[in-house]
C-alpha cells in the first residue's frame, strides 16, 4: 500500500515537472511554434493506439518541411473528469491547440468553456461531439468519418460474399441467421454502423434473420466473452457475425478457437477499421473483409488543421465541410487488395 502511494507521488511529481518544463517553454512562444495538447478517451483503445501513431509521425513531417512543433499526449482513463483536468493542464502547459478525443461525446461543455476562456482552439476527432455543441463556439473543429459509409460498405462486403459463395449460408434455408457485436452505447459509429450495414444487406437481397447482439465496447476480450455467451445459446445456428470495429470481430474469432471450433464450422466474420491484426487477419482469412477506417488521413488533416489554426494559413486548403468538419472517407478491404492496403501501410 505504502509503496502504492510512493509511486503514485513519483508519477504525480514527473507529470509535474514535464509540466513544469513544458510551462517554461511555452513563455517563449510564438504563434509560429504548434504546442498540441492530445487527450484521448482510453489507452486501450487499438484503433486509436494507432490513430495517435499516425499523428506524430505526421508532426515528424511538418517539422521536416521547418515548422516547429511539439505535442503532449494524454490518456483520460474512460473519465470524463479526468480529461477536463488534462485540457486545463495542457493549457497552463502553453498548449496553442488541442487535439480532443471525447470520452463522453455528449459532455463537451466544460472543455469549451476553458478552451474559449484561454483562446485555445479545439480539433475534436473521432468521438464526434453533437451538432449543438459544436456551435457553442467558432474555434471548434472535427476530424473523423461518416458512420453510414462504413456500415454500408460492411453490408455491401458481407452481400457481395453470400450471393458469391453458397457455403455460407450453412443450412441451406435461404436465409442468414447472424448476430451483432456492438460498440459502446451512444457512440456515433456503433448504433449507425448496425443499422446501415443491415440496411444495406437487405437492399442487396439478402433475406436475414437476426438471432442476437451484444455490446462489446469495441474491446477484444469484452466480444469473446460475449461472442462465447452466444455461442453456447445459438450454437452452430449463426451464419454471420457483424462486428462495429476489428478489434471485437477478432474477439468473435477468439470465442470459436477458445472452443475448439475447426474453420469448416465458422460463420463468416466482418470488421471495420483495417488495424494492423485486422488487416493480418484479412489477409489470413480468418476475417472475411473489413472496411478501411483512414486513421492516416485523419492524422494528417489533425496535424494540417492544427498547423493552421496556430500559424494562420490557408484554411480553404483543408477543405472543411460546413467550415468546421473534416470526414475521410472509408474504403473496402478483402483478401483482394488487403496486400496492396498492407504495402501502403508501412510505417
Ligand atoms: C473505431 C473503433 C474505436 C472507436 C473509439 C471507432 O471509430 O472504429 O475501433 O474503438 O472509434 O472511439
Request: charged residues 25%; hydrophobic residues 35%; contains cysteine.
Amino acid at each position: 500500500m505504502k509503496m502504492k502511494k510512493m509511486l503514485a507521488s513519483g508519477l504525480v511529481l514527473c507529470i509535474s515537472i514535464q509540466l513544469l518544463c513544458a510551462c517554461g517553454k511555452a513563455e517563449q512562444n510564438t504563434a509560429e511554434k504548434v504546442h498540441i495538447g492530445v487527450t484521448y478517451y482510453d489507452q486501450s483503445d487499438t484503433f486509436l493506439g494507432e490513430l495517435l501513431t499516425d499523428f506524430k509521425e505526421q508532426l515528424k513531417k511538418c517539422e521536416r518541411d521547418g515548422l516547429e512543433t511539439s505535442v503532449i499526449i494524454q490518456d483520460a482513463g474512460g473519465s470524463q473528469k479526468t480529461q477536463n483536468d488534462q485540457v486545463k493542464e495542457l493549457i497552463d502547459a502553453g498548449c496553442n491547440v488541442l487535439c480532443v478525443n471525447l470520452v463522453d461525446r455528449s459532455d463537451p461543455s466544460e472543455i469549451i468553456d476553458l478552451a474559449r476562456e484561454y483562446d485555445v482552439p479545439i480539433i475534436f476527432f473521432n468521438r464526434e461531439p453533437v451538432a449543438e455543441d459544436m456551435m457553442q463556439w467558432d474555434k471548434l473543429y472535427y476530424v473523423g468519418a461518416y458512420a453510414r459509409q462504413s456500415g454500408q460498405m460492411q453490408g455491401e462486403l458481407a452481400a457481395d460474399l453470400i450471393k458469391a459463395d453458397s457455403r455460407v449460408d450453412r443450412n441451406k434455408d435461404g436465409r442468414i441467421q447472424y448476430v451483432v457485436l456492438e460498440g459502446e452505447p451512444g457512440h456515433q459509429d456503433a448504433i449507425i454502423r448496425t443499422e446501415t450495414a443491415v440496411e444495406s444487406l437487405r437492399e442487396n437481397g439478402i433475406v436475414l434473420e437476426k438471432k442476437g447482439y451484444q455490446i462489446a465496447n469495441w474491446n477484444r476480450a469484452q466480444a469473446q466473452n460475449r461472442m462465447e455467451q452466444m455461442i453456447s445459446q445459438y450454437k452452430n445456428d449463426i451464419e454471420l457475425v457483424l462486428a462495429n470495429n476489428d478489434d471485437m470481430a477478432l474477439g468473435a474469432l477468439d470465442a470459436y478457437k477458445k472452443l475448439n471450433y475447426t474453420e469448416t464450422n465458422l460463420p463468416v466474420v466482418f470488421g471495420i477499421d483495417g488495424t494492423d491484426v485486422g488487416l493480418e487477419a484479412v489477409a489470413g482469412q480468418r476475417l472475411a473483409g473489413t472496411v478501411y477506417n483512414d486513421k492516416e488521413g485523419q492524422a494528417e488533416a489533425m496535424a494540417k488543421l492544427a498547423e493552421v489554426l496556430v500559424t494562420g494559413g490557408d484554411i480553404e486548403e483543408i477543405g472543411l465541410t460546413n467550415e468546421r468538419y473534416c470526414y475521410l472517407p472509408y474504403f473496402k478491404v478483402t483478401i483482394d487488395n488487403v496486400e496492396e492496403v498492407l504495402e501502403n501501410n508501412i510505417r
